[in-house]
């Protein structure tokens, strides 16, 4: 089951399968692990919104990309990289860790925020 918002606005350019957040006036930006104002992801695009205009974001569910290569089974976090995904546990000073879901195989996730976010 996937839960999609559609028709969401975009306060910045954001490519395909990015996490997302919500700035201070509600309108998406891409997360970024390296600061707080650009956390929780609470989505994943499955467009490419431009500013101003709408896309859509998953909040929860299955997603595929023949262009992922995941390791199988392994956690997903938000990364440094603004709208960026990784396997790797953030691990500089100052960095946020939050869960953002689970390789199913190397192009499938579960993508399920967690929101609770640990700095390192």
């Not at 929780?40 to 709408?54: M, Q, V, W």
């Not at 199988?72 to 990289?81: N, T």
Request: aromatic share 8%; proline share 6%.
């Amino acid at each position: 089951m996937n839960t999609e918002i559609n028709h969401i606005i975009s306060a910045e350019e954001i490519p395909k399968y990015a996490l997302v957040c919500l700035n201070e006036k509600g309108l998406w930006i891409k997360a970024d692990a390296s600061t707080l104002v650009r956390m929780p992801a609470l989505g994943l695009t499955l467009n490419a919104p431009r500013i101003g205009f709408s896309g859509n974001v998953i909040m929860l569910g299955i997603v595929n990309n023949n262009e992922w290569n995941w390791t199988p089974k392994g956690l997903l976090y938000v990364d440094v990289i603004p709208g960026g995904i990784t396997q790797t546990l953030p691990a500089a000073l100052g960095d946020k860790a939050q869960i953002v879901g689970y390789a199913v195989n190397e192009t499938l996730i579960y993508f399920n925020p967690q929101y609770i976010i640990i700095e390192v």
